[in-house]
């Protein structure tokens, strides 16, 4: 009878053991994760909202968004931009442009030129399917991207204040760039979740 007291008690023991090593396996599990995400918060990632409708339909007043602080800039990418001489806060907008390009619009469309890779002048109508309205775009002269800036708009034209009325954006404004699968899951359940809790 006492061994079989004593099998059950280096069983319980042993069991206990397991239970506080695999707690802090989880613990260790979860801190190190919680480093990782602060370590991409800080470093790779950016949290940002939108402000306002200047870039309905692609962007909505009230939208959470993971913004990259490593990635490089290129055409047609959304960018976080702080701009003090406009407001005293980031702005979110399309890059239209990149230093060297001309830019200008003909019926109320947008059309770019500027060097390839290759050495070859590329002259292009911008196909702007994320415009909240087609053709209803606006620049009165043509303009060239002055060298280590951005060319920048808002995807709603008609009330967005961009490089249009503030000129081109030095490169070294620019926050972050909103990659597509960050505009993709902006509505996911998570994200609702995330932006109620948020807001209490």
């Known amino acids: ?20 090593f695999t707690s802090l396996i989880f613990l260790l599990f979860i801190c190190t994760f919680l480093i990782f995400c602060f370590y991409l918060r800080t470093e790779v990632y950016m949290l940002v909202s939108v402000k306002g409708s200047s870039m309905c339909n692609t962007l909505f007043d009230g939208d959470l968004l993971l913004a990259d602080k490593t990635s490089t800039v290129d055409r047609g990418d959304v960018v976080v931009v702080l701009k003090n001489e406009v407001k005293d806060e980031a702005l979110i907008k399309r890059v239209i442009g990149l230093e060297g390009d001309t830019i200008w619009t003909e019926d109320g469309y947008v059309y770019r030129s500027y060097v390839d890779k290759n050495g070859q002048t590329v002259s292009e109508k911008l196909e702007e399917y994320y415009l909240y309205r087609q053709g209803s775009t606006r620049i009165y002269d043509k303009v060239t991207v002055p060298e280590g800036c951005i060319y920048i708009m808002g995807d709603n034209r008609d009330i967005s204040s961009d490089s249009r009325s503030f000129g081109a954006v030095e490169l070294n404004c620019v926050l972050g760039i909103v990659p597509q699968w960050s505009i993709n899951i902006k509505d996911s359940k998570f994200v609702t979740w995330y932006k109620e809790a948020l807001n209490g």
Do not use: F, G, H, T
């Not at 009878?1 to 506080?20: F, G, P, Q, T």
């Open 1 to 20: 009878m006492a061994d079989y007291s004593n099998k059950n008690l280096i069983e319980y023991e042993a069991a206990v053991k397991r239970e506080k």
